[in-house]
């Protein structure tokens, strides 16, 4: 039931991966998504030591885009599509699983290699595609910083990062209408959240802000009604992820890294990645074992 605009407030979930942590945000108990996002991670920030860092083994996907964005850190991507791809802050890793693709994620050598060690930290989302495009073809797209829009007001400066908002288009190719801005929002400034979407939310980041009347601080989603017109003020110096989008069209099954809306088709992708008939990840001989397996 919503209070004053606000449908949920959602705390994320810690989880250990291994050498750090993430919140686990989305999905959560009772709201599986906003919009088309069904799956949202905020990694660190994790400090690793020189020698040590993130190694995200090559692993499956089926359904869904991945979005990572960072803050922090570097990342070189592998795909089962040949792609090599570094990532750094501020830049937009896309990938389109669609009836199936394979991928890694490593903290490069020279960053592994550096004195001080390293930092990373980021976001990782899935979003869910509409049924008509869950088996489309895998693909791949980077977009460096420099192509994204940017809505400036002032002591607010937003990267559009996916879909549409305030007039803009990022360069991603979506599949639904949806919208996912980085916000940097200044103590005293305000940052509109897009209207024209049926599902919404924010995510802090970091450092504090006002939402409808109401203190927020990192960690906390809030998932805004439907006919709830929003602000995001800054307390303090603080960031902030705004996103939704269309409904999408059914409830999704999740198991492991496979999303889907036929359980059989997940069913079959388990068998897949058993029997080693998804492609392989050119240059990372590694693999994630099926859970259980």
Request: with cysteine.
């Amino acid at each position: 039931m919503a209070v004053g605009g606000v449908a949920r407030v959602l705390e994320g979930r810690l989880r250990d991966l291994g050498g750090f942590s993430v919140r686990r945000v989305l999905p959560a108990a009772g709201l599986q998504t906003v919009g088309p996002f069904i799956f949202f991670d905020h990694m660190g920030p994790a400090r690793f030591e020189p020698g040590a860092g993130v190694d995200v083994r090559p692993h499956p996907h089926i359904g869904l885009a991945t979005v990572t964005y960072l803050f922090a850190g570097e990342f070189t991507h592998r795909d089962s599509l040949g792609t090599i791809q570094r990532i750094r802050p501020g830049d937009v890793n896309w990938m389109v699983a669609g009836r199936g693709i394979a991928h890694s994620e490593r903290t490069p050598p020279e960053l592994r290699q550096a004195r001080g060690g390293s930092v990373t930290h980021g976001i990782q989302t899935w979003i869910a595609l509409p049924c008509a495009h869950e088996e489309v073809a895998p693909a791949f797209e980077h977009h460096p910083a420099a192509t994204l829009p940017e809505i400036r007001t002032p002591g607010v400066d937003m990267r559009l990062i996916a879909g549409a908002a305030f007039g803009a288009r990022a360069p991603a190719s979506v599949f639904s209408p949806m919208f996912y801005l980085a916000a940097g929002i200044e103590p005293g400034a305000e940052a509109a959240v897009p209207d024209g979407y049926a599902e919404r939310a924010a995510y802090v980041v970091d450092g504090e802000v006002e939402i409808l009347g109401e203190r927020r601080t990192a960690g906390q989603m809030i998932v805004f009604d439907a006919s709830a017109s929003a602000t995001v003020h800054g307390l303090a110096t603080s960031r902030v992820m705004l996103l939704g989008g269309a409904p999408l069209d059914g409830p999704r099954h999740i198991w492991w890294n496979f999303v889907s809306s036929s359980l059989d088709r997940i069913e079959r992708a388990k068998l897949d990645w058993s029997h080693e008939r998804f492609a392989a990840v050119p240059g990372d001989d590694e693999r994630i074992p099926l859970p259980g397996r």
